[in-house]
C-alpha cells in the first residue's frame, strides 16, 4: 500500500526547536527597542489594607526615573471577566498581587530602586483566605459593594432525575477532593512591552496567546478602541494558559508608556511571576457517583467550591470544563452540578492547561476506581461498560462523532503491563487507570469560534501561511506549515508561517481549548484548497490540459493520466504571473465550526470533535518513607488522525510532566493570602530524570471534521494523570488519596492514619 | 456643488511625517538584534591594480573580530545587469569602490580597526577615466576578457529619414551637453543587516526599494533560490533610486553572517555613502534637432556616451529613458538615437530619480531655446506648436491618453510673469522654460509591472493594507491608504498600511518610475472594491435590503434610498463575523497595466499614461560673480487628478530642490578615479535658504485607468529644472551653458570667455 500522504503523518521535528535549543530564538525578552524604558510594579505589602496615602514624590525625583503612576494617577477602568478589577488600584488593596504602584524608568534597576522609595501608607484589614469561612456571616468583605463574597458566577446544572437515581443504586461512592494552587512555571515569563505613536496607537509586544481578544480587552482597559492596538507575539518561553486573559501588566506597560512617551518594558523575574502569574484555582469537588450491580453509572452528583481570590479572571470559569467532565466522561444519564465561587484575599486564578479537567477528572477518576471496588468490579471492566460510544449525545448536548474510548482503554490496558521492571524490596506496587474526555474540535465560548488564513505563493515558489493562530510553543507553526504543504503538493521547507502580528493575521479567537491544529488547520487547508485550484488553473494553460485533469505532488504539476507532462510548480507560477494578464497567487479562507455555544442551561455542542484518552501508571511506593516513583505512563489517545506523530507524542509527553507535577510535587503555597514559593527551590517541577518512561499511543479514527481527520490533543495528557497515579496508589496501598499533590509526607501520614493529611507538605 | 470624495483630493500629511519630524521613527539604522555583529568593508586604495597578496592574518587575530572574508574566501558568484562583478574582489580592483575584503566584529569600531590590520599588496595599472580615451587603441582593459572597453550594451533606434528631415530643415541646431556625477545624497546611509537561520533561510533589513527583484538577485549572488530570502525594509532616510539594485553590501553582509554565524549590519558612514552609493552616470549626449520654418520639429539624431564605471549597474541602462525623452518630448516624426557605453576605472553608477530623463531633458530642452531663437520663434510658442497630445502615438510607440501637455506650458507661462520682485543693481535676470515627458503608469522593465494587494478588515473595523509597494519616503503609505479608506467608504485612520516584508505582501516589481501611485493604488483599489462588495453582502441581512441597494460613506453602512436606515461599518463588519457561519474579511487583487515591454528596436507601450510637465525659472545672474540667484521655480505638471494634493506638491518641491542642486551646485568630483567629495562641505547640496519661491500647479486630467484618475508624479519635479534654469541664464545672458552644474566660476568664465568652462569648480 502507498502512504496516502507525502507529509501528513511523518514525524517533523518543530519549527522553531533548532533555534531554541541553540539559544539562537530571539524571545520577547530579547526585544530591545531604541529609547525604551523598563518598567516595574509595586505590590501591596498585605492581603488586605486600605491605602492611606501612597506618596510617590521620593521615587518620581530619583534621576533615571520617568514616569510613576498610583492608582489616583490614571482613571480606574474594570476590566476582566467580571470587569471587577482595574490595573492600578484605589482606596484598598485585596491581595498581595496587588498593583499599587509602577514606575518607569531608564535602567530596570532604576525602576526597582524607585519603588523602594515610594511610600505607602498601609491600614490592614481583616482578611479571608478560605472560601468557607468568606461565607461566613460578619467575615470580611473583599468587594464592600458586593455585599458578601459569595461570587454572583453560578454553574448550575440538572439532567434527568438524580434523587431518584441515588435512591435506586446498588453503589454509591462519595468523596471530596482538595486541589491546590499550581502556577503554570513558564521558563519565560510574563512580559508586555508598549509603544503608542503620536497618532495614538498602541503597539503591544505580548505573551498573550489570545491576540484578537485581548486587542478588545486591552482598548478597554486603556479606554481606546480594539482597533488601536496592534499586537505581536515575539516566542515566549511556554504559556499554558497563562496569556488567555488581559492582566494589569499589559495595562500597566500602555500607561506608563503613554506617560513617559517613550516605548515601555515590563518583565517578571522570576520572584515576581510566582506571584502574579495567575495559575490553576484551588477547588474542593465534593462529588457523589451512583451505580446499578452491572456497574453501569445512574448519576453524579457534584458540587465544586472554588476559591476565587480577589479579582475574577478565567480560573472562575473552569466548572465549565468540570461540567462537561461530570457530564460527559462515561455514559451518566441523569446529572446535578453546581458551584460555589467565592471572593477571598487569595491572589486569583487564571488559565491553565486542562482548564478545570484535570481537577474533575481527579474526582471522576478516583470515583471510578472507588465504585469498581464497592461493586466488586474491575477497574477496566467498569470502564468499558460506560464507555461513550461514537454516535452518543450527552445530557449536555454534545454530539460524539469519531470517538474511541474503549479503544484507548484497552491500548493503556495493554500497554502498561507489559515487561514491568523488577519490584525493590520493601517496596510495593499498583497500576492505576484513568480516561479522560474533552473537546478537540474547538470550544464555542465566544460567538466566534473561528480562524483566518491566507495562503500567498510567490515567484519563487515559497508559500507563506498567514494565519489567526498564534504559535506559544505547542508545534502549531509546524503542523500547520504541513497541512499547508500536503494539501498543495510542495515540499514542506517551501512553506513559511507568519503568526505574530494581528495587522497582518487574519481573526483568530486564540490558542485555548485544543483547538488549533483543528480550526486553524482547517482553515489553512481550505485556503490552500483555493490557492491550488489557482496553480492548476495556470497550468492549465502551460500543460494545456483542462485543471480538472491535472494534480500536484512534491512541488510537481503533473497530467494525472500522463504523468511524465510535467512543470516545476513554481515555474507554473512565474508563468502565470509573468504573462499578459498574470497575475500572483493569493487565497483565502474562514473556518468557523459548526458547533453552538451552551446556553442558559449549558446545553448546546461546543465542539466539532470530542475525543477520550486512557492513561494507567505503574507506580512503586516505598512505605517506610513515602516515596512515590511512577515507573511508566501509558497514555493513549484518540488523535482523529496523528498528522505529526512525534509532535502529538511530545505534546502528550509535556502534558505527561505537568500532570506528573500536579499528581505528586507541585504547589503553590499560600499561607495568610502570602506566596510561599518563589522559586525553583520552592517549587518543585519535576526535573528530566524523575520522569517516568512514558508509552504513547496514538489512536487514529479519521475525524470527518478535522483537516485530514486530526482532532485536538494540546491538553489530553495532562488531564488525567492525577488520577490515575491516585489509582495507582490505592492499588499499592489500598489508600485513597483525595488532595494534591501526594508528596511523601502526606503518603506517609496516610499509612500512619490511614486517611489523606490536610498538610501536604 | 459637492465634493465627489470624502479622502480624496484633501491634503493629508504623510503618516509617517510627525515621527520622523519628532525623531521618534525607528530607522533601520536603529535596528539592533541580540548578538548583533557590526560589519566593515575594506575598498581598493587604487582604481586599477592587481591584488599581489590579500593577508588577513593579523586582522583575524584581533580579539573582537569574528571573520574576515577576502575574494579568496568566497566563491566568486556575479551579479548585476551585465554579471560583471561579485562582492568580494579577486585577482584585481578596475575601481576605488572595489570591495577587496570585509570584517565583520563586536562592534564597528573593531572591525574598522581590523580593516587597517589587513595587508593588501597591490600592483598598480595604468588605469582609464575618459569614455574616449578608453576606447582608444592600447588603452588599459578594465575586463580583460572582453578584449575591449567598449560595453556590449548599445540603444540604438531610428524612426523615419533623419538625414532627409536634416536636410530639408529651415533650422537645425546642434549641441554637445555634458552631465557629471551627482549622488542622491540620502540623509540615511546604506544599510544590509543578514541573519541566517539554522535551516539556511536568510533575512535581510535592508535599503532596497525593490525587495522582490531585490530576493532574486541577492539569491542568486549567494547561490541559493529566492524562496529562502526574506526581506524587510525599515524606515530609511530618503532612496531615490538608490535601492533600486543589489549591491555587494548586501552580498557581503549576508556573506560575513553566514560566516561568524550571527547577524551582521552593515551600515555605511557619509564618507562611504559617497564613496559607493552609486549616483547619477555621467555622460555626454550630443544632439541635434531639426524644424520647419514655423518651428515644426522634423528630426532628432542623438548619441549618448556613458561613463560606465568598472561595473554595471542600471546607470548603463538610462539611454532607455532618455531615448524615450528624445522620442517622446514634444512631436518630433524622424528620430535617431544611439549610444556608446564604456567601461572606465571610474566608480559605477546606479539609478537616481529620473533615471536618465533630467540628464535628456538637459540637451531636449536647452535645444528647443536655441531652436527658438535660431528660427526667431517665440520659445513658449515653439512648445506649443510641438505639443504632443492626447490620442498621440510617439515614434517608439507610446500611446498618449489623458496628457496635457499645453495647459501644462500655459499654467507655467502664466505663474512666472506674476508680481516679480525688484532687480537688484548690478544683477540680470532671465526667464526660461523647460518642459518634461515621463512614463506616469508603469513602465514595463520587468515581464510583470504588477502589485498585489490584500486587504483585511477587523472586528473592530481597522483596515489592514498589505501592498507589495514599498514606501521610501515617497508618501506612498499615505495615498494607498486614501485610496482604500475612499474605495471602502471609511474613515482614513482606520486603515494600516502593511509594506515592509516580503512574507506577508504580496509581489510587487518595485519602486521606481513613478509607479506607486497609479499601479500598487490600482491594486489596493481593486481589492478594496472587493472586500467592499462582501461587506455590504453582510450588511444586506442586517438591513434587509439587498447588498446592490445599499452603498458605505464615512464608515456608515446604509439604503441608497433611505439614508436613515444605517448602521456603522464595523457593527456589520463584527455582525457579519460572529453570526452562525461567519467569517471575517479578506481580499485581494493583482493588478499589471496592460503594457508592452519594448521590443528589440526599442518599439513598444511601455507605461499605461504619460505625463507631462513644464517648468518655469525666474532666474537673477550676477555678471560680476557669477552669482545665480533662482527666484521662483513654476511647475505645472498633469496628474491625472491629484490623489492628496499637498504630498503632490511636496513630491513636486523635492524634485526642485535635487533638480536645482543639479543645475548649479551638486558635483561629485571623481578625479583619477578617486572620489575627493566625501562631505556635505564638499557636495553642495542646497540648503532650505537656498531655496526659491516655488509654485506648483497640478492639472487634472483624470486618467481613465488611473487610481481615481491619478498619474504618477514622484519623479517629474526633478526632470526639467536644470534645463529651464539654463534657458533662463541664456535668457539673462545670452549664454548658452551646456555642462552641469553652472556654478559661479562656470558663470564668470562662460561671460570672460562667451563660452562654457569645461571646469566648473
Redesign the interface.
Known sequence: MTRPFDVIGTTVPKRDG??KV?G?T?YLH?L???RLAHGKILRSRYPHARLVRVDARRARALPGVLAVLTGDDVEPRPFGFAKDQTALKRGKVRSVRDEVAAVAAETPEIAEAALALIDVEYAELPAVFDPHAALAPGAPLVHEELGGNAHPLRYQFSCGDVDRAFAQAAGVVEDSYRLTFVTQACLGTMVAIADW???GNLTMWTTTQVP?LY??DL?EGLGI???RV?VLQPPNGGNFGRGLDLYPIDVIAALLARSCRRPVKVEFDRVEEFIACPGREPCTIRLRTAADGDGRLLARDAHVTIDNGAYTSWGSTTPYVMLATVAGLYRVPNVRFDTTIVYTNNPYSGSMRGYGNPESTFAVESQMDDLADRLGLDRLELRRRNASKPGDVNPQGFVLTSFAMTECIDAAAEEIRRDPPPLRPGWKRGVGYAGMFHVAGGARIY??D?C?A?V?L?????V?L?TGASEVGQGSETVLAMIVAETLGVPL??V?V?NS????R??DVGTHASRTTFIAGNAARLAAEKLKAQLLEFAAVELEEPAARLDVKNGVVFVRSEPQRRLPY?RVVRAG???R????L???A?Y?PPTTMLDKDFQGNVSAAYTSACQAALVDVEPETGKVEVCRIVSAHDVGRALNPGAAEGQVHGGIHMGLGYALSEKLVVEEGQILTQSFMDYAVLKAADMPEIVVRLIETVDAEGPFGAKGLGESGVIPVAAAVANALKDALGVRFTELPITPARVRAALAGRGASKDGR
Open positions: 533548532a533555534e541553540t539562537r530571539r530579547d530591545v527597542l531604541p505613536d503620536l497618532a484578537f486587542q478588545r482598548g478602541g480594539g482597533d496592534r460567538r466566534s473561528g483566518g491566507i500567498k510567490d515567484d519563487f515558489g515559497k507563506s498567514l521547507e517551501r513559511d507568519v502580528d494581528t495587522s497582518v487574519p481573526w513554481e504571473h509573468l504573462r494578464g498574470g497575475r500572483v493569493v487565497a483565502e474562514f468557523d
